[in-house]
């Protein structure tokens, strides 16, 4: 049985993504695992400036577990209501950890073999803001999981397209391997867009393009698959475009250093574009090789 694990800080930003991620796990039929990561005040800075009462240590992890319980408790209850009664029900599981968020769900991940990990984005900036928030940017960067990221102001749909924007790579098979398997339990489209700027020559590079859709083909078992070449005046408006007129339910790419996914939410010229962005988005590491 697949398991989903969603991070909570009990905002109203990281309810909505558990909200999406319990409707996920309907479709998947996969179970959920609430988390909360604290950190004790020893571990503050200013620790060794403060005596703290031995008594604060002892009440941060039941105060976390009771919030927990409280949140499992309110899924569940979205999930025994009319026609809902007779569909899958995901299993609610919780959890709270000390240390950092990263490495508590760095490490939930690798001892249960977690198959993906829910956060909800906050701000009426979209993404961008919560990505330029210390704890998103170190879990993009050093996650070795599949990441989901949940705008505030996104509620679930049904997914019928995929969006899985390709630099040709053939390492990125494992990952459409894994959109497909995705994609199935929705019957939804995948589109693999390659995009590039201006200056990119088709003729030059068409060989390469035919091999890797050729490997697609070969190697994906799924039928709704398709291609789109976008070529824009810059990778990032290509990007851009593709979220506004791609008609996509959620957006998947992997975390590359110095390709347009680390441009695009990295540098501070491009934040006017990112926050246009409303949909989740996918993120992969990039040695990605398990299936969701």
Known sequence: MKTILVLTDFSQPAYNAAIYALQLAKQLKA?????????????????AQVA????????????ADEKLHFLAETLSKELVSGKESLAFK???????????????????????????????????????HFIMGSNCREMIDKACFPLLLVPSNINFKYITKIGFATDLSGRDMDVIHSLAGVARMFNAEILISHVTDEKFDDQKHQHQIDNFLNEVTCTINYHKIYYQHIKQRSVDSGLEWLT??????MLAMI???????????????????????????LVFPDDYHSII
């Open 52 to 63: 703290w009462p031995l008594e604060n240590y002892s009440s941060l992890k039941p105060e």
């Open 31 to 47: 179970e959920i695992k609430l988390c909360h990561a604290f950190k004790v005040p020893a571990e503050a800075p200013v620790a």
């Open 244 to 249: 506004e007129h791609g008609q996509l339910d």
């Open 90 to 128: 995901p299993l609610i599981t919780y959890t709270s950890e000390v240390g950092p968020l990263t490495e508590v769900a760095r490490n939930l991940v690798n001892e249960q073999k977690l198959s993906l990990v829910v956060m909800g984005t906050s701000g009426t900036g979209g993404l961008i």
């Open 255 to 281: 975390h590359r250093q110095n390709n347009a996914f680390s441009r695009m939410f990295l540098k501070s010229h491009t934040q006017k574009m990112a926050r246009q962005i409303e949909l989740p988005l």
